[in-house]
């Protein structure tokens, strides 16, 4: 278990072995996270965008422009109709 103390200004060290199992690096932003029972998760905020590849399963087909035109037309007016 890891342990850090709050400053006089609310600051706090993020442990190294913590910083080093979320890949954190400086400048990365990290999140706080209060669960419903009070207890705190610390999560990084900040991903690399490479993380983000295969995320998303490939389509069985690609939609051409007009079709992606199509939909978004069709989700804007359902929402200015809400």
């Known amino acids: 278990m890891s ?3 709050i400053s006089s ?3 706090v ?3 190294k ?3 080093a199992r979320l890949h954190l ?3 990365d932003r990290i999140r706080f996270l209060v669960d419903t029972d ?3 998760r610390l999560a990084a905020a900040t991903r690399d965008i490479a993380a983000l590849r295969n995320l998303l399963p490939r389509p069985d087909k690609r939609a051409t ?3 992606i035109e199509s939909a978004v037309r069709k989700r804007v007016l359902k929402r200015a109709r809400a």
């Open 17 to 19: 072995a913590i910083r």
């Open 38 to 40: 009070g207890a705190v």
């Open 65 to 67: 422009l007009a079709e």
């Open 25 to 27: 690096q400086p400048g």
């Open 3 to 5: 342990e850090s103390t």
């Open 9 to 11: 200004k609310g600051q």
């Open 13 to 15: 060290t993020v442990p």
